[in-house]
């Protein structure tokens, strides 16, 4: 069976095992119209990974099947099957909130290694790196697959699908296979021996609060025994810290997110910056591995601190179109006149507008007071948009070293910049599109398509890492440090 076959078997068998708001064939298909024509009309990327006929099949059978009366979950889920395949991690689809999952959550924390599942918390008597392999007469295999569809990523990289998986899996599972009130689950613990238990769902609250204790939190490598507070500290900060080594001389940058306000962000760098230098660190780690983007400026300006040279980031942005596309069922967005037709009005080519030059390239030169040492920039699936971006200037920079694994935003391109919110009238989905394409500045063109920012030293997270608690990545450059 060919793949536009697979993906409409798929469609047809996708059925919701839990009741939730029935919407007859007439307002389905205005809401899949809506859907289809926010992508065909704005989406500047349509076609970079499924061309065109195969696009326009995948709509028009998804379209035919729309024949009945259907749940708002079930077209959420056909719609999820499509933006699947455009392949652009800034497109994202939010279920209807008919979906009352707060009370029925899974009840175990898991971590993805290798592409299986594995219990990161010591919660239930299940020792922690013990492997997932059925639940409820579900291979792990086979949940794995169908819960990808719903964790957007640039591209074919599945680094970033399995950072959000394993993050919202008591969501994803009930999208795809309903509400549970227990789980029969099966696995293996570290010492080889298979066993089922019967667990009982629990609530969204108590998992939350469980998932703080992760192991791949890494709270044991740091010797911290509150890991609440180590998590409040190093994982859910979204301002950036420092921390050091002293013994090596270094000093560790934590920067979750580049979402803070641009002059708060500049003021704190300058802030930290003087710390370091005080301290006469000459070694130099920027953490990037939780920051999924933010205000672009803030990574520019970020590593105008280690760069000891002009430095670029893009080369082009492209729109296919200036006016954003049905406007009626818009909720929010930013500045369409400014962003959109004062940007590109002047700049048309033969199928939408084209910027040649990066606004920001006058921002991207070696700051009066950079960081003169070493510098080693540690990266992973969660890193995206802007932190991916920061990413790519040191992938690019020979004199700075990137660790870790593949980041979730693409090497050649991504979708960003403009995010338009939308909502459907009928089913009351969600939808985020962008509308910018932007053409990133590389200098190793061997890279395959649709691949994230490939690290110069990939460090595997491996099952012994988790059961230890151990920090692999930041491991192996304080490694090199001590040498």
């Keep these: 069976m060919n793949r536009i076959g697979c993906i409409v078997l798929l469609i047809l068998l996708s059925t919701s095992l839990f009741a939730q708001k ?15 024509n926010i992508l065909k009309k704005g989406h500047p990327g349509l076609y970079d990974y499924i061309n065109e ?16 009366e259907i749940t708002d979950i079930d077209l959420f889920k056909r719609m999820q099957q499509i933006t699947d395949q455009i392949r652009d991690g800034h497109l994202m689809l939010f279920a209807p909130n008919t979906v009352k999952s707060t009370q029925y959550y899974f009840p175990l924390i898991l971590k993805i290694i290798q592409a299986e599942f594995y219990v990161d918390t010591d919660d239930f008597e299940i020792p922690i790196g013990s492997k997932i392999t059925d639940i409820n007469g579900v291979s792990a295999v086979t949940i794995l697959e169908a819960l990808k569809k719903y964790a957007p990523t640039d591209g074919y990289n599945l680094t ?51 998932n703080i204790k992760r192991n791949s939190y890494f709270s044991n490598y740091h010797n911290a025994t509150d890991k609440v507070a180590f998590f409040s500290k190093h994982i859910n900060n979204k301002e950036p810290f420092v ?44 953490d990037i591995r939780n920051n999924d983007g933010g205000f672009r400026p803030n990574s520019v300006h970020l590593y105008s601190y280690v760069s000891n040279k002009l430095f670029k980031q893009r080369t082009s942005a492209f729109v296919s179109s200036i006016e954003v596309p049905e406007k009626s069922h818009v909720t929010r967005t930013y500045g369409e006149k400014e962003f959109l037709k004062d940007k590109f009005y002047q700049h048309p080519t033969y199928n939408g507008w084209k910027l040649d030059f990066d606004d920001l390239e006058t921002m991207m030169v070696p700051h009066k007071d950079r960081f003169k040492g070493k510098t080693y920039i540690l990266a992973g699936g969660t890193t995206f948009s802007a932190g991916s971006a920061l990413a790519l200037l040191a992938k690019n920079d020979p004199d700075v070293l990137l660790v870790g694994e593949e980041t979730g935003g693409g090497y050649y391109t991504h979708i960003g910049q403009f995010p338009v919110y939308y909502e459907l009238p009928n089913s009351k989905i969600i939808m985020i599109m962008s509308m910018e394409k932007i053409k990133h500045y590389v200098k190793d063109t061997s890279i395959p398509r649709g691949s994230g920012v490939p690290p110069d030293r990939a460090i595997t997270f491996s099952v012994e890492d988790l059961i230890q608690g151990k920090d692999a990545q930041l491991d192996y450059i304080l490694r090199l440090i001590k040498g």
């Design 53 to 68: 006929f195969e696009y326009d099949s995948l709509i028009n059978v998804t379209e035919e099947s729309l024949s009945q």
């Design 22 to 36: 029935k919407i007859d064939s007439t307002k389905a298909k205005e809401d899949f119209k809506i859907f289809k």
């Design 160 to 210: 970033r699908k399995y950072r959000d998986i394993e993050l919202k899996f008591g969501l994803y599972y009930i999208y795809e296979y309903g509400l549970q009130k227990e789980y029969i689950i099966q696995y293996i613990e570290p010492n080889g021996v298979s066993k089922t238990v019967t667990l009982p769902a629990e609530s969204f609250v108590n998992a939350k609060h469980r």
């Design 243 to 286: 921390y050091y080594k002293e013994d090596l001389k270094t000093a560790i940058l934590v920067v979750n997110s580049f979402g803070v306000d641009i002059r708060a962000f500049k003021s704190r760098l300058v802030q930290l910056f003087k710390e370091i230098k005080k301290k006469k660190m000459k070694h130099l780690i920027i």
